[in-house]
């Protein structure tokens, strides 16, 4: 049984491009989370798809956007970086009525 | 701001030893705890969790306790091992139940257990 899977691994990107961040959920979960955990921090919430529309949103600017896919896949894009950006992004599949959060390993982003 | 804080970036201790990870929040409207283990090059694991309404929740060599008035909870690992050796974080939430809930993280606590 897949868990959560996430594409690419590692990603450096220039300061002003943008970028897509790719999340396939485990098998039997329909929500998706993406979190962003900077060097030495915990994870910080992003924002959460559910039927294909986003159900909440943490304190991200609007460069910060997502999409979820009638397969429950997501991506999240993020345009014009900034060094600040760099930092590891986990994606997180539940099913909707569970609490149990499934983490992905992660698309670590370089920002230079 | 911070809601969720590990105040100790790493501890170490002896094989078969007990292992306290500490946690404090501020926000009262939180009810619902839970600690994640993160190894290298992979995504946080689910260990354990509590809810308000509760006090103490075990699972195997895991205990959580938690203090409401004191906004303190704590993770006992006894006895240790080496392959507990993570990055522990502490994550609460307001809302129990449900996976709409987004999680607060605290920065983690690294844990090395010696052989």
């Known amino acids: 049984d897949a868990g959560v899977t996430q594409s690419p691994t590692h990603l450096i990107k220039t300061r002003g491009q943008q970028v897509t961040l790719r999340c396939s959920p485990k098998s039997g979960h329909d929500t998706v989370s993406w979190y962003q955990q900077a060097l030495g921090q915990g994870p910080q919430f992003i924002f959460q798809y559910y039927e294909e529309e986003e159900r909440q949103r943490g304190n991200f600017p609007d460069r910060f956007s997502g999409h979820q896919f009638p397969n429950y896949s997501s991506e999240l894009n993020v345009n014009a970086l900034l060094l600040g950006d760099s930092a590891l992004y986990l994606c997180?599949?539940?099913?909707?009525?569970?609490?149990?959060?499934?983490f992905g390993s992660g698309t670590r982003l370089t920002v230079v | 701001d911070q809601q969720v804080k590990q105040n100790s970036p790493s501890l170490s201790v002896q094989e078969g030893r007990i292992s306290i990870l500490n946690c404090d929040y501020t926000?009262?409207?939180?009810?619902?705890f839970l600690w994640y283990k993160k190894y290298p090059a992979e995504g946080p694991t689910f260990l354990i969790s509590i809810s308000s309404i509760k006090d103490k929740n075990e699972d195997g060599r895991f205990t959580v306790f938690l203090n409401k008035s004191a906004k303190h909870l704590s993770l006992h690992i006894v006895p240790s091992q080496p392959g507990d050796s993570a990055v522990y974080f502490c994550a609460a939430s307001e809302g129990y139940g449900g996976a709409t809930n987004k999680l607060i993280f605290g920065t983690g606590t690294l844990l090395a257990v010696q052989p």
């Open positions: 997180a599949s539940s099913f909707s009525q569970n609490y149990g959060y499934t």
């Open positions: 926000n009262s409207m939180f009810d619902y």
